[in-house]
T-cell receptor
Framework: DAGITQSPRHKVTETGTPVTLRCHQT?????MYWYRQDPGHGLRLIHY???????DKGEVSDGYSVSRSKTEDFLLTLESATSSQTSVYFC?????????????FGSGTRLTVV | KNEVEQSPQNLTAQEGEFITINCSYS?????LHWLQQHPGGGIVSLFM???GKKKHGRLIATINIQEKHSSLHITASHPRDSAVYIC?????????????FGTGTRLAVRP
């Protein structure tokens, strides 16, 4: 979607190295989310942000940290990548919280940890 | 048991067939999304609904709140409809609504 971009699209990294994924939006939406997608599981929430410098944990946050220094950027960091973090990562944005707001997703980042 | 179940997991159809994908959930919800994900691609929102029925082109989504069930129908299916279709529901929790995703239905439409 033109309003949200993720980078990089693909990355291969070695176990134990730090990795940062970037999500950039041009919609000025307040809420941003990081999800991971794995076979046999639905999308699972890692972290989300409800404003600049305001973030909270999702259901699978262990091993991940996030930062949001500007409205448009939401960074996901794997401090020390492990093979269990091999996944496809999706960023999403919403204008508000709850069921009245639609989601816009990025194109995903395929991360392989070897 | 998952809170959101989709069926079937995989579906193969011939071009032109009418297709139905189902989503059932275990507790009350505020709303439900149907999403589409093409191979190697991003995720696109098709519908968001909390009651009744919505239609967009050849796609129709229905929801039955009492039966805790939603269906996505595709009429006159086409190979370009081949994708994974994901149901996501806002489950009502005491801590607030929680968006929970199904594992998806992989659809292949043969020419």
């Amino acid at each position: 979607d033109a309003g949200i971009t993720q980078s990089p699209r693909h990355k291969v990294t070695e176990t134990g190295t730090p990795v940062t994924l970037r999500c950039h939006q041009t919609e000025n939406h307040r809420y941003m989310y990081w999800y991971r997608q794995d076979p046999g599981h639905g999308l699972r929430l890692i972290h989300y942000s409800y404003g600049v410098k305001d973030t909270d944990k999702g259901e699978v946050s262990d091993g991940y940290s996030v930062s949001r220094s500007k409205t448009e950027d939401f960074l996901l960091t794997l401090e020390s990548a492990t093979s269990s973090q091999t996944s496809v990562y999706f960023c999403a944005i919403t204008a508000g919280w709850g069921s009245n707001y639609g989601y816009t997703f990025g194109s995903g980042t395929r991360l392989t940890v070897v | 048991k998952n809170e959101v179940e989709q069926s079937p997991q995989n579906l193969t159809a011939q071009e032109g067939e009418f297709i139905t994908i189902n989503c059932s959930y275990s507790v009350g919800i505020s709303a439900l999304h149907w999403l589409q994900q093409h191979p190697g691609g991003g995720i696109v929102s098709l519908f968001m609904l909390s009651s009744g029925k919505k239609k967009h082109g050849r796609l129709i989504a229905t929801i039955n709140i009492q039966e805790k069930h939603s269906s996505l129908h595709i009429t006159a299916s086409h190979p370009r409809d081949s994708a994974v279709y994901i149901c996501a529901v806002y489950l009502k929790k005491s801590s607030g609504d929680k968006l929970t995703f199904g594992t998806g239905t992989r659809l292949a439409v043969r020419p």
